[in-house]
């Protein structure tokens, strides 16, 4: 059974937003069991979580002989070992994990930029200036998604791997309302979430939150 580090006590509050959010929904996806190491903030630091994690981030992934880090190389290894997360024909399959990428590399870094701005640089001078270029180019890239989106209910033929990567990303910005701008996009997600393998990994994020918030 392979084993994944989570926040000891997630910065997210228990809103499903770190990144071993993204590893959870997979392997529920799939049916995959899995056990759960939670890691301190102080731990991720340590030579041993180091070894798995060269950046000393979570979250990372364990099986057997087999040590991966990085949300999007761990999914994407779930993905190809079962079924579930990848079409079977192989254009569609490429196309699938292309959708990966876009979602790491086009939207996650203007969203992630913005939300760290919100979050850490309030009290600084240029705070109300820089923050309206941050959300423009958000919006650039929620645009351009929408218009891929297209009205359909996934980005490419059936849910997939694309598909669970793009929708965690998003929920980055719930706290913006940003997302309330593009009601197809919103929708897209509303859907992702109302899969049963996100609620099952969601709820399960939610309970380590719990008993971390009341000492249990």
């Not at 929904?25 to 890691?39: I, K």
Request: charge should be neutral; glycine fraction near 8%; hydrophobic fraction near 45%.
């Amino acid at each position: 059974m392979p084993t994944i580090t989570a926040f000891e006590n997630s910065p997210d509050r228990g809103k499903g937003q770190a990144r071993d959010m993204r590893v959870r929904w997979a392997l529920e996806e799939v049916g995959r069991p899995y056990g759960v190491r939670l890691v301190s903030f102080a731990a991720m630091k340590d030579p041993a979580h180091l070894a798995l994690h060269p950046f000393g981030q979570i979250p990372t992934y364990e099986d057997g002989d087999l040590a991966l880090f990085e949300s999007g190389a761990i999914v994407l290894h779930i993905a190809e070992r079962h079924d579930g997360l990848l079409p079977k024909d192989a254009n569609a399959r490429s196309r699938a994990i292309a959708w990966m990428f876009a979602a790491l590399n086009t939207l996650e870094p203007p969203i992630v930029e913005f939300g760290m701005a919100m979050l850490f640089e309030r009290d600084k001078s240029w705070y109300e200036e820089r923050l309206p270029i941050l959300k423009d180019r958000v919006r650039i890239r929620l645009g351009e998604l929408s218009r891929c989106l297209g009205g359909t209910e996934w980005l490419d033929g059936a849910f997939s791997a694309g598909d669970l990567m793009m929708v965690t990303v998003l929920r980055r910005l719930n706290a913006s309302r940003l997302l309330e701008e593009y009601p197809d996009l919103s929708a897209y997600v509303a859907r992702g979430e109302a899969r049963p393998a996100f609620r099952r990994a969601f709820d399960a994020q939610l309970a380590v939150f719990t008993a971390a918030s009341t000492g249990r």
